[in-house]
């Protein structure tokens, strides 16, 4: 059986193209990090995009109008984290621990899949998938690039999704790198200049933060609602009311850092207070100037 991945290429609706953003220099990941991650810039693109520099004014516009007119778009990024967590695998625990066993994995996949269906419907599913982490089948329509990465899961990920009624199109699909780029970008700071933003996660420096967004004369209300640095992603249903309780009301959007758990916080939050509910991982640490929690640089959040 061909995969849905397979079947997204050959329609002509996806295609791989390298993510060309204005103003990005990825030249200092790939000196901290090493050369092989030239590939990742190389990723799923819709047939209707023209480029990188597209997808930043669909996110900045997407994000704009969920502000404004009060409107649920949760944004949530996958990668390998993710992927090994939709397979039962306990290789999701990274940085973070995100489940305590295979067991409680699989008792919280029908909280995951709901909010994947809720995700494609409302915001933008952004998945890391790149020619280096997909299957043979499809690599072989690209014998042109170089890949590396022996973790084959992007291919399996897009299967679930298949397999759960969540597929991808023009309007819920976003490259993962394009949400780094937009959230370090100056358009993103200035609008959020005079916005309450709601940061939640399990680690806040405020002053940090504020000077962050001060780089580019933008002054949010800044808050935090803290949440745990571990196992979100099995335990969401038990701590959400009084997390969600937390958030205040007159929030503008949230930031939030949740791992794996990122999916449900972003969806529910977004859900409850009718706001833009952006799953931004590193780009926090980097906020709280803990670049190192990460592991050093990121693609796509180097600006000239």
């Not at 990920?157 to 699909?173: E, K």
């Amino acid at each position: 059986m061909e995969s849905y991945l397979h079947q997204l290429l050959m329609s002509g609706t996806f295609r791989f193209e390298r993510l060309n953003i204005a103003g990005i220099d990825n030249k200092a990941v790939f000196s901290f990090h090493g050369p092989d991650m030239v590939e990742e810039e190389t990723c799923l693109v819709h047939a209707d995009i023209s480029s990188g520099d597209a997808y930043m004014d669909i996110l900045h516009e997407t994000v704009r109008r969920g502000i404004a007119d009060r409107r649920s778009v949760p944004v949530v990024r996958f990668a390998d984290g993710e992927y090994a967590f939709y397979q039962h695998s306990l290789k999701c625990n990274g940085l973070y621990q995100q489940a305590e066993s295979e067991a409680t994995i699989k008792k919280s996949l029908p909280s995951h899949v709901s909010a994947l269906r809720k995700l494609a419907r409302t915001g933008k599913i952004a998945p890391l998938i790149f020619p280096g982490n997909i299957k043979t089948e499809e690599k072989k329509y690209f014998l042109f690039f170089q890949t590396s990465r022996k973790n084959i899961s992007a291919t399996e990920f897009l299967d679930f999704l298949y397999q759960n009624q969540t597929m991808l199109n023009r309007d819920n699909y976003i490259p993962f790198y394009a949400v780094y780029a937009y959230l370090t970008s100056e358009p993103f700071a200035k609008l959020m200049n005079g916005k309450r933003i709601c940061i939640v996660s399990s680690e806040y420096n405020g002053d940090r933060c504020r000077e962050w967004f001060e780089r580019f004369s933008s002054r949010p209300f800044i808050s935090f609602v803290e949440i745990p640095d571990s196992y979100v992603a099995t335990r969401w249903d038990t701590m959400k009311a009084e997390i969600l309780d937390r958030i205040p009301d007159d929030t503008d959007i949230c930031l939030v850092g949740a791992g794996v758990g990122a999916l449900l916080v972003c969806v529910d939050v977004a859900e409850k207070l009718s706001i833009p509910a952006i799953d931004a991982g590193h780009v926090l640490n980097m906020m709280n100037g803990r670049e190192d929690k990460s592991k050093g640089p990121r693609l796509y959040t180097v600006w000239e």
